[in-house]
């Protein structure tokens, strides 16, 4: 009975819907809006615990329903939590020269390219070019280590010895280079900021987002290793 005065009351409330109210109807026939909250059971019945417009809480127990909307509380499931938002990009050491400045293979053509996500612990850069055979033959190794090993830990970036971007995008089709590279207009500018002391390539050196070396490192089994 006190539910049933409960519902009663709520029905000369607002009759506006708010985002995630319902009409719930009384056993007597009374609509009114309501948003459930929670179900749980009292007394063997279930009982919803329901917010109204007005920002007030009410409890109401299935038998003060119809009995379609009876079943419906008995029915009712929390809604699953929504996802927290991904945390922002740690700020990086190399942030202003590589961001806006970064190309990467689509198709069979190097086009600008932007992060998706930023790597939450290294970058690895690849200091290599076309011309250089042992970079040949190293190359699909690196390539089949990214592919397999890729996650929110790093990003590779290559850093180039060639002086011709065509010969820089073959290079990149032939060995199906899945990572981004620094455009060729800012590799000198790159090197002078960062002396990476590479003395021949293929070099392949690995630093924190501070920009500290932590690897100086082409073995595959100790990349792997570092990046997990």
């Known amino acids: 009975m006190k539910s049933s005065l409960i519902l009663l009351t709520l029905g000369f409330l607002a009759s506006t819907a708010f985002a995630g109210f319902e009409t719930w109807t009384s056993k007597d026939g009374k609509a009114v809006e309501l948003e459930l909250v929670s179900v749980s059971d009292q007394g063997g019945e279930k009982t919803g615990e329901f917010k109204t417009r007005n920002g007030k809480t009410v409890v109401i127990k299935a038998s003060s329903f119809s009995e ?3 079943k419906r509380l008995a029915g009712w499931t929390a809604p699953a939590a929504t996802e927290a938002p991904p945390a922002p990009a740690k700020p990086s050491k190399f942030d202003e020269i590589l ?3 970064l190309v990467k293979l689509d198709g069979k053509s190097l086009k600008r390219h932007s992060l998706e996500s930023k ?4 970058y690895i850069f690849y200091y290599t070019a076309s011309w250089c055979g042992p970079c040949k033959a190293y190359s699909p190794m690196l390539v089949e280590f990214y592919n397999k ?3 929110a830990n790093f990003e590779v970036v290559l850093i180039t010895s060639d ?6 995008e073959k290079y990149a089709q032939d060995k199906k280079m899945p990572w981004p590279q620094l455009k060729m207009s800012r590799v000198e500018k790159f090197e002078k900021q960062f002396d990476h002391k590479v003395s021949g390539i293929p070099s392949v050196i690995t630093c924190d987002l501070e920009g500290n070396i932590v690897s100086r490192t082409e073995s595959i089994a100790e990349l792997t290793k570092l990046v997990k």
Not at 119 to 122: I, L, R, S, V
């Open 68 to 70: 379609a909307d009876a």
């Open 99 to 101: 961001d806006g400045n």
């Open 119 to 122: 790597p939450e612990k290294y």
């Open 149 to 151: 090993n890729k996650n």
């Open 163 to 168: 002086s011709d971007e065509g010969d820089m």
